[in-house]
C-alpha cells in the first residue's frame, strides 16, 4: 500500500482539531476539498477514521491507533524542514539585521555594520529600521530579521544579548536657564522644567524605564508624534530640555550639553538574536559584535580610571 504522505499529515491535523473547518484554516485550504482528502485516506487505507454527525466528527478507535502511528511522520516532517531550514540557513551570504530609529547615532551600531562590511564584503548586510524596539524585537523572533540592534536592557528570555555598549544619558539645556550654569544636572534639579521626547513606546514598560523617570521627578513630558528627528527642532522653539543618548547628538548652538549626576536609568546598546542556527556569516557577524562591546567597556574602564587634569 503506497499512503500518501501529504493525506497522512492533514489527517493529523483534523484529528489533533476534531474539526474540519478548524483544521482547513489553519492549514490554509479549502473546507470541502480537505474533507474529500480525508475520505479519499480512508478508502486507501480501507476503514473510517472519523465517525461523523451534525454536532462533528470523533476519532473511531481505529482512528485513534492509525493517530498514534500518524503523529511520527509529522514529528518526522517538522524535523526534516528544520534540518532543510539550517542547511539552506548555513549557506546564504546574507545577515538581516533590524534597528531601531532611536539607534541611529550610537557609535558602536556604526562600528559594528562598517566594519563588518569591511571583514566580510562578499555577505550582503540588508538593514532595516523600525520605529520602536519592541517591533525589532518581534520580528527577531519571528524569523524576519537575524539580529535586532536597540535600546536595553531587552526583556525576552528566548533571545541571546551581546551588550555593545552602555548609554551615557547628558541633557541639553537651554544656555539661559538657570540650569545651564550648573556643573552637573541630578534629576530632582528638572522639576519643573519641560522636557521633550520622540513617540511615546508602543509597549508602556520600556517607554516607561527609558522616560517614566522624568515625570517621577517633577518634569513636563512633551512628546513629539514625527519622532526623535524633530525633537532638536521642537526643543529649539519651544526652549525646551532634551536627553542626548550618545556624545554626537547635534544640539542647538543656543544650548548646553550637562552630565546627569547621581542616580539615572540605566539603559544600554544591544545586540539582540533568537535561538537558533544562523549562517557561517551571522555567526562571525555576532562574534564581531562581542569584540567591539569587549572594546567599549575596555576603553571605558581606561577613561573612569584616568585622573582628572586640574587647570589654573
Not at 65 to 90: K, L, N
Request: glycine fraction near 4%.
Amino acid at each position: 500500500m503506497n499512503l500518501d504522505l501529504t493525506r497522512v499529515l492533514r489527517f493529523v491535523a483534523v484529528a489533533e482539531n476534531l474539526s474540519i473547518t478548524k483544521s482547513a484554516v489553519l492549514l490554509e485550504l479549502d473546507q470541502s476539498w480537505l474533507s474529500r482528502q480525508i475520505m479519499q485516506l480512508e478508502d486507501q487505507i480501507g476503514f473510517t477514521l472519523f465517525d461523523r454527525s451534525r454536532t462533528g466528527i470523533m476519532l473511531t478507535p481505529e482512528g485513534r491507533e492509525f493517530y498514534e502511528a500518524a503523529r511520527a511522520i509529522t514529528e518526522a516532517s517538522v524535523h526534516i524542514h528544520r534540518c532543510a531550514e539550517e542547511i539552506a540557513q548555513r549557506r546564504r551570504h546574507v545577515v538581516r539585521v533590524g534597528v531601531s530609529y532611536s539607534s541611529f547615532a550610537a557609535p558602536s551600531r556604526r562600528r559594528l555594520l562598517s566594519r563588518y562590511g569591511e571583514l566580510r564584503p562578499s555577505t550582503e548586510l540588508e538593514c532595516e529600521a523600525c520605529p520602536f524596539t519592541p517591533e525589532v524585537i518581534d520580528r527577531v523572533l519571528d524569523g524576519t530579521f537575524d539580529f535586532g540592534i536597540c535600546f536595553g536592557p531587552v526583556e525576552p528570555a528566548d533571545v541571546d544579548i551581546c551588550v555593545l555598549q552602555d548609554i551615557e544619558m547628558t541633557l541639553a539645556i537651554p544656555a539661559e536657564s538657570p540650569l545651564a550654569s550648573l556643573s552637573a544636572i541630578a534629576l530632582a534639579d528638572l522639576k519643573g522644567c519641560k522636557v521633550v521626547v520622540g513617540l511615546k513606546n508602543i509597549k508602556a514598560h520600556l517607554h516607561n524605564h527609558t522616560f517614566g523617570w522624568i515625570e517621577e521627578v517633577g518634569a513636563e513630558l512633551r512628546h513629539v508624534p514625527e519622532g526623535r528627528r524633530f525633537v532638536f527642532d521642537v526643543a529649539e522653539r519651544e526652549r525646551a530640555i532634551f536627553v542626548c543618548f550618545t556624545d554626537i547628538d547635534k544640539i542647538p548652538a543656543s544650548f548646553v550639553r550637562l552630565p546627569i549626576a547621581g542616580p539615572r536609568p540605566y539603559l544600554n546598546l544591544s545586540l539582540i538574536r533568537y535561538r537558533r542556527v544562523l549562517s557561517n556569516a551571522a555567526e562571525r557577524f555576532w562574534r564581531l559584535a562581542h569584540e567591539i562591546g569587549a572594546e567599549e567597556t575596555v576603553a571605558r574602564n581606561k577613561d573612569e580610571a584616568r585622573p582628572i587634569e586640574l587647570r589654573m
